[in-house]
């Protein structure tokens, strides 16, 4: 599945904590910046691949202050005609975790719920 993320945005599967990314790509470079919800702001940055896998590393600084970086992988997937990435990701540090995350697509026009 070869997608283009240029301009696509993507939030949590049902909108849940209003954090809200858009994408930008060029070639294979692809990045984004998130903010909302309990993130000041967030950036990724990373490689698409051919099948439109997203392999990326992340930094946010959430309202407590608190700075988080890790990676993740995310595989998009169709659901009913929409793009939801399933994102495998892992953080590092004091606040060590890791787990799996769901992104659906938000249309240019539909509100994201981000708090700025």
Do not use: K
Not at 36 to 48: E, Q
């Amino acid at each position: 599945m070869s997608i283009d993320y240029d301009g696509r945005r993507f939030r949590a599967l049902g909108g849940g904590d209003g954090v809200c990314a858009e994408y930008h790509q060029h070639g294979d470079l692809v990045w984004a910046v998130f903010e909302g919800g309990h993130v000041r702001r967030g950036t990724v940055t990373g490689i698409c691949d051919e099948r439109g896998v997203l392999r990326l590393a992340y930094t946010m600084v959430l309202e407590s202050g608190e700075v988080i970086a890790g990676h993740s992988t995310n595989t998009p997937q169709r659901f009913g005609g929409a793009l939801v990435l399933r994102e495998v990701w892992e953080r590092y540090g004091e606040q060590a975790a890791a787990g799996v995350s769901y992104l659906e697509e938000v249309c240019a026009t539909e509100p994201t719920g981000a708090a700025r």
